[in-house]
């Protein structure tokens, strides 16, 4: 990324090694694997306490490593070998939304491949309630969710909690925010009396007290200071008049050339504004906002992960939820008059040990709005003139992948491994040219390198996946829909 003056990484040191816990040998090397070679502050200051059994209330920022600090240690508890336990749900995770929880399954299953078959299912709404069900007669170890879908199959006795030891409430404050307490509640008086509770949230309402009164027991707190601002991100305000705010983002974006970008605006309308400007200029946007679809959203969401879409453009509600690593930048397009609502914006970018870069713009009538984020961050904002931003070499930004969309998913039985089979063996590319494939219900998503788009569009098209023919399509504005 090209960036005006050089950035100097405050490379933060690295925590305490995953060594020190009573992990297995295999746990450990599994991480190794993974990458993760040392804790983040969350993981080192609750894995000690959750491994001992106690119960916890953990709160650090979106992006630190929540999920594994609960996952390590409802893992690590999980009798795999108790024939009595064997089909029975010890572990349950409870996340606000279906999109939370499927990121969460997939981070306890990459947590849980050291062990031989753990099973984890999730149990959200959207799909059919018969389906859930007989997964879970073949019996689940762990099982995700979110509160509405996991009562709807207690109360039906799909799901069973008396052998329970573990139960999680992730992003509690969230879960709070969306009204579950009751269903949280109802959940809750359902698991045995002498589980461990672990309940995982970015900021400690009020409400927090109250779960953990009634639900913990002499829980331990961990608070992790959201130390990002200075170190880990950062930050640059440009002044805009009102009416070159729009064209300001597409400056900004081709000067720093981030690969991936999530632009906030604060109306529904800015959002839709925002992605015409951008279109018309050739770059690769797509909006999230609340009328979406399941399936569209699920559309852009993957697009946009899989590195084949620069800009995602959305409000603050429809970003809920939303976790994206190696977000290189994230533009405050309109200032939000809510300077923690701002914090949070930018907390999505430099993450773990990546530094992120936040772009602000901002007109006379938000200054009020600037000075009230000087307060929260206890520092002043740094401007810099709109004239530095020159478009850096490279022509036109563009993403390094496209989407090709497979009509076919899990329906058809379709793999992931499948689709990389069909790109690397016959039609001859690379797996270095293939990118991440998502593979939904009804279709599968594969990101491949531009450069073999068409390409790979042709050879997916005239081959097969599985033994079968599929429909192919490319999902680019730019290199069109076919
Ligand atoms: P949170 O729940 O706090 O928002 P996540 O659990 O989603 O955060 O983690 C954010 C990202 O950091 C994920 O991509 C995860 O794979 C990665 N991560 C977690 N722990 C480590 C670690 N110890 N080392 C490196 N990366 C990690
Ligand atoms: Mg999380």
């Given at each position: ?5 050089p950035a ?22 599994n991480?190794?694997?993974l ?7 969350v ?107 996991i ?39 359902q ?6 509770t ?36 950062e ?81 603050d ?54 000075g ?15 004239a ?6 490279g ?88």
């Open positions: 990324m090209n960036r005006t003056e100097t990484p405050a490379a933060a040191p690295p925590g305490p090694p995953f060594s020190q816990l009573p992990l297995s040998a295999a746990a450990l090397a991480l190794e694997q990458g993760y070679h040392s804790m983040t502050p993981q080192a200051a609750s894995l000690p306490i959750a491994l001992a059994g106690h119960d916890l209330i953990a709160q650090a920022k979106t992006g630190s490593g929540k999920t594994a600090a609960f996952a390590l240690a409802l893992l690590n508890k999980l009798k795999l070998d108790d024939p009595a336990l064997r089909f029975k749900v010890q572990a349950l995770v409870l996340c606000p939304t279906r999109e939370l929880a499927d990121q969460v399954a997939v981070e306890i299953r990459r947590l849980a491949r050291s062990e031989d078959n753990v099973k984890t299912l999730t149990l959200c709404g959207g799909a059919p309630m018969h389906t859930q069900k007989a997964s879970l007669e073949h019996g689940a170890h762990v099982v995700v969710g979110t509160p509405g879908r009562i709807d199959h207690l109360e039906r006795g799909h799901l069973v909690l008396d052998a329970l030891n573990t139960l999680v409430l992730d992003e509690a404050d969230r879960m709070l925010d969306m009204g579950f307490f009751d269903d949280i509640a109802k959940v809750a008086k698991c045995p009396k002498d589980r461990q672990l309940l995982f949230s970015a900021t400690y309402p009020e409400g927090i007290v109250k779960l953990s009164q009634q639900f913990m027991r002499a829980p331990k707190e961990v608070k992790v200071q959201a130390q990002h601002t200075a170190s880990q991100i930050q640059r305000f440009y002044e805009v008049k009102n009416d070159e705010r729009l064209h300001t983002v597409s400056l900004l974006l081709n000067h720093f050339r981030p690969v991936s970008t999530l632009a906030f605006c604060n109306t529904k309308q800015q959002c839709r504004d925002l992605v015409d400007v951008l279109l018309a200029q050739g770059f690769s946007a797509l909006a999230l906002h609340g009328e979406l679809e399941q399936r569209e959203r699920d559309q852009v969401l993957v697009q946009f992960a899989n590195r084949s879409c620069s800009v995602l453009v959305a409000t509600v429809a970003a809920r939820g939303l976790d994206i690593t190696q977000l290189e930048a994230v533009i405050n397009v309109d200032t939000s008059p809510d300077p923690q609502v701002h914090i949070h914006r930018i907390g999505r970018t430099g993450r773990v040990d990546e530094k992120g870069l936040a772009l602000s713009l901002a007109s006379m009538d938000e200054m009020g709005s600037v009230k984020i000087e307060q929260v961050q206890g520092a002043e904002v740094k401007w810099f003139p709109l530095e931003l020159t478009p850096a070499p022509g036109k930004l563009q993403p390094p992948m496209v989407t090709l969309q497979i009509v076919g998913g899990r329906k058809e039985k379709i793999r992931a491994g499948d689709v990389l089979g069909a790109l690397t063996g016959e039609a001859g590319f690379t797996g270095a040219q293939i990118g991440k494939i998502n593979v939904n219900e009804f279709s599968t998503y594969v990101a491949v390198d531009r450069q073999i788009a068409r390409a790979a569009l042709q050879r997916l098209s005239d081959g097969k996946v599985k033994g079968k023919k599929v429909k192919v399509r490319l999902l680019d504005e730019a290199l069109g829909t076919r």
